[in-house]
T-cell receptor, first 114, second 115 residues
Framework: AQSVTQLGSHVSVSEGALVLLRCNYS??????LFWYVQYPNQGLQLLLK??????LVKGINGFEAEFKKSETSFHLTKPSAHMSDAAEYFC????????????FGAGTRLTVKP | EAQVTQNPRYLITVTGKKLTVTCSQN?????MSWYRQDPGLGLRQIYY???????DKGDVPEGYKVSRKEKRNFPLILESPSPNQTSLYFC??????????????FGDGTRLSIL
């Protein structure tokens, strides 16, 4: 079964600084990878996804992630943090063998300091 | 507007008093699921449904029931709630099951407190 590890339950950056949220996965077959964002008192919203093809995936709000098979990673980045990026971010993995089992990481809470 | 609607958003109740959390989607999605979110554990799947009258257990089904009599609705039932079911619950739907590349659409969550 696949699984996801998010390194760092809390990340704090200054406004304008690079955002890097780490996600490593395990899967015995090619994975589908997702990043979701959760703002306070809201559900999860899809930021971006990787299925096949180009390994650098661009999402909403200036975020992007790169699928690196050799490192089993799918880290989320944004060149310049905004105050509005403060939220909790979840990495998730599924695959065509998953029997409808999408696995989520424990989440990373991003704080943006003025 | 495409959405997943959960009700209630907040509920405080007592041990043993049956409760139902409703979930409805207007996107004609086949697949629906329930998750619970607990600090440090991320989201864990409770039950999912591939289509009408087809449901199956997720990772943490104990103490929960579901039904899928109509495509748009997928209620979560706690027959005899206990304090360890205090959590934040999310309903989600997608066009097909998660063994595809379709993302899930989430409701805004239901915060349950069982005293």
């Amino acid at each position: 079964a696949q699984s996801v590890t998010q390194l760092g339950s809390h990340v704090s950056v200054s406004e304008g600084a690079l955002v890097l949220l780490r996600c490593n996965y395990s899967s015995s077959v090619p994975p589908y990878l997702f990043w979701y964002v959760q703002y306070p008192n809201q559900g999860l919203q899809l930021l971006l996804k990787y299925t096949t093809g180009a390994t650098l995936v661009k999402g909403i709000n200036g975020f992007e992630a790169e699928f690196k098979k050799s490192e089993t990673s799918f880290h989320l980045t944004k060149p310049s943090a905004h105050m509005s990026d403060a939220a909790e971010y979840f990495c998730a993995v599924s695959d065509f063998d998953s029997n409808n089992d999408m696995r989520f990481g424990a989440g990373t809470r991003l704080t943006v300091k003025p | 507007e495409a959405q997943v609607t959960q009700n209630p958003r907040y509920l405080i109740t007592v041990t043993g008093k049956k409760l139902t959390v409703t979930c409805s989607q207007n996107m004609n999605h086949e697949y629906m699921s329930w998750y619970r979110q607990d600090p440090g554990l991320g989201l864990r799947q409770i039950y999912y449904s591939m289509n009408v009258e087809v449901t199956d257990k997720g990772d943490v089904p104990e103490g929960y029931k579901v039904s899928r009599k109509e495509k748009r609705n997928f209620p979560l039932i706690l027959e005899s709630p206990s304090p360890n079911q205090t959590s934040l619950y999310f309903c989600a739907s997608s066009l097909r099951g998660t063994d595809s590349n379709q993302p899930q659409h989430f409701g805004d969550g239901t915060r349950l407190s069982i005293l």
